[in-house]
């Protein structure tokens, strides 16, 4: 349902050819919106937060641009909704939910992932 092709040239470029920076292996680039689908799913984020928290809890430097192209994408299938939230005295910023449809692809998601982490393990061990 959901593709990332166009990404894939982007990344599969970085990935051979980037020098000194940290590098997206290719079996991430699947999960890469799955990572912010999640991230969503824990309550309604802002880009940055989205950025700062995946690079937290799974030890990943994504750029913002890749983060913000992903988030697009996701709005586009109505994964995600977002809307503009003004603080006090602060600037806007664009606040991101996820969608019912957005939880249940993420839990269809996870549950193949879940066969997959099974045949990984027996892979690497």
């Not at 349902?1 to 982007?10: A, D, G, K, L, P």
């Not at 680039?29 to 969503?40: N, Y």
């Not at 910023?93 to 099974?118: H, M």
Request: aromatic content about 6%; some cysteine.
């Amino acid at each position: 349902m959901f593709c990332e092709e166009e990404h894939h040239s982007h990344i599969h470029h970085h990935y051979h050819h980037g020098k000194g920076h940290h590098h997206v292996i290719p079996p991430l680039r699947g999960l890469l919106h799955l990572i912010i689908l999640k991230t969503i799913s824990e309550g309604p984020i802002h880009g940055g937060e989205i950025q700062r928290k995946i690079n937290e809890r799974f030890n990943l430097n994504i750029s913002k641009a890749m983060i913000y192209g992903l988030l697009r994408r996701l709005e586009h299938h109505n994964l995600v909704v977002s809307q503009w939230i003004t603080e006090e005295g602060g600037p806007a910023k664009r606040i991101y939910y996820i969608t019912e449809e957005g939880l249940s692809y993420l839990n269809e998601s996870l549950k193949e992932l879940r066969k997959v982490k099974t045949i990984i393990d027996k892979l690497i061990s």
